[in-house]
């Protein structure tokens, strides 16, 4: 008999491994063998590093993040939960203050259930999960320099690991690269048109410190939240966030004019100033565990390529290449989500 052989598996490269990367290549093993390209070097546990600057800060998983989790990669939220995070009540597990500074009643008659724990975890259990399936293959330290193609379609990417560039060839290019990625550019130099872009800018600034939280609260402490008011300025408001390890992450923003700052002796005072002083009278003895982080990149935008007369075949962008949002919202990742289940409904047709 003659020997049978089998097609090849199409090929897809994703450029950057943070959520929005992996989920995807997650995706794409369903088509393809898949390349992740990611400029950092991955740490190996669940630990920060320099392209997720925003991991620092508190982050929320809203319910419909949790439901395109599972959809995505079934046991993962339970996977996480295992590590110390915690699936809260909205609004139950959480003491809230509105804009209108008016505290939500606490209930727990609903399904809905946020993810809490610490992004460094999160991108942790993620990379694990995603990485060990033997159709991704993993390229860290290495740099997209360009795609490779033209405006009709796109055949790969130009990367440089190290020293000098090669090309890898792919049926279908992803970036995933979040909010500085290169695509505007890269898209006009392949001859298309420059895309629209719109920027919101609140100037809203974040400073978070990490503290050991007190014995007695870990494991049932609620999400602690004053929320801005809108109508007085500067807008000012904070969250205590209980995380995996015993620890609280504590996030405090404002705007223009009343931006918290890394001065420690500057941050409980912050804190007790919000409008109610709950967040600063339970931080105000507690231990911090290390520095202040802070930011400012936190302005919407958006990128309208959806818009553009013409497309190149074989490129897809997602995440927060596409549309970042000021973290106020806690949509980041939530969204990130959905566009890969979105990607893997486009590609089942």
Partial sequence: MPEMTSPARPTAVVIGAS????????VLTEFADVTLIERDELPEGPEGRKGVPQARHAHLLWSGGVRA?????????DDIVARGGRLVHIMGDMVSRAPNEVWFRRFRTTHHRNLVCSRNLLDHALRERVLRDPRISLLDNTVAEGLEGDATRVTGVRIQPGTGI???SADLVVDASGRGSHAPAWLTGLGLPPVTERQVNAGVAYATRVYRAPAATVGSFPLVNVQANPARTP???????PVE????IVTLSGTRGGEPTKDPDAFVDFALNLGDPVIGTLIEKAEPLGPIATTRSTANQRRYYEKM?????????????????NPVYGHGLTVTAQCALALRRILRT
Wanted: charged share 15%; proline share 4%; hydrophobic share 50%.
């Fill in 19 to 26: 959520a929005a990367g992996l989920f995807a290549a997650s």
């Fill in 69 to 77: 989790f599972e959809e995505l990669l079934p046991g993962l939220t």
């Fill in 166 to 168: 090669r090309t890898l």
């Fill in 235 to 241: 807008g000012q408001g904070g969250i205590i966030l």
């Fill in 245 to 248: 390890d015993g620890r609280w």
């Fill in 309 to 325: 007369r013409a497309w190149p075949d074989g490129f897809a962008i997602l995440g927060d290449a596409i549309a970042g949002y």
